[in-house]
C-alpha cells in the first residue's frame, strides 16, 4: 500500500497490486518498441490509482475509499462529479508525505516528505 499524505491527513492509501490497466511487463514491450533500453532504464507506470468497489473513480480515503495519489487525479474526479474541482493545488507551506510498504508491512523505499517553498533568487 502507497500512503499519501497531505498536511498531515490522509489523502490516498493505494494498493500498487490491484487494477492497473498494464502490468509492468506490457509496459517494458510497449517502451522497447521505439526505443532501446539498456541496463538501469526506469519505466514509470504513472499514477497508482484504485477504482471503487462500483468499477468507476475511486472514492476519497474519509469516504471509505482508497482515496487519491495525484492531486490532479483527484481534481479531475470532483470535476466529473461536481462540476467543478474543490480540492486545492498545493501552495507554499503545504506538506506532502509518501510511503510504500510491502504485504508485511516494511517500508520499501522509507518515507518521503516535502514541504513546499519559496525560491528566492
Avoid: W
Avoid at 500512503?3 to 498494464?22: I, K
Avoid at 514491450?29 to 532504464?41: D, I, P, T
Avoid at 490509482?49 to 468499477?55: E, K, V
Amino acid at each position: 500500500v502507497m500512503e499519501v499524505d497531505l498536511n498531515g491527513q490522509p489523502l490516498g492509501r493505494a494498493n500498487a497490486g490491484t487494477d492497473a490497466t498494464f502490468s509492468l511487463a506490457q509496459l517494458v514491450a510497449h517502451a522497447a518498441k521505439s526505443r532501446n533500453l539498456g541496463a538501469g532504464a526506469i519505466i514509470g507506470s504513472g499514477t497508482i490509482s484504485n477504482r471503487d468497489a462500483d468499477g468507476g473513480p475511486g472514492r476519497p480515503v474519509d469516504a471509505g475509499g482508497r482515496g487519491y495519489s495525484c492531486l490532479a487525479e483527484i481534481r479531475m474526479v470532483e470535476t466529473i462529479r461536481d462540476g467543478k474541482p474543490a480540492t486545492p493545488f498545493m501552495q507554499f507551506g503545504d506538506r506532502v508525505g509518501i510511503e510504500m510498504h510491502d504485504d508485511d508491512g516494511a517500508s520499501i523505499f522509507g518515507r518521503i516528505d516535502q514541504t513546499v517553498e519559496k525560491f528566492d533568487v
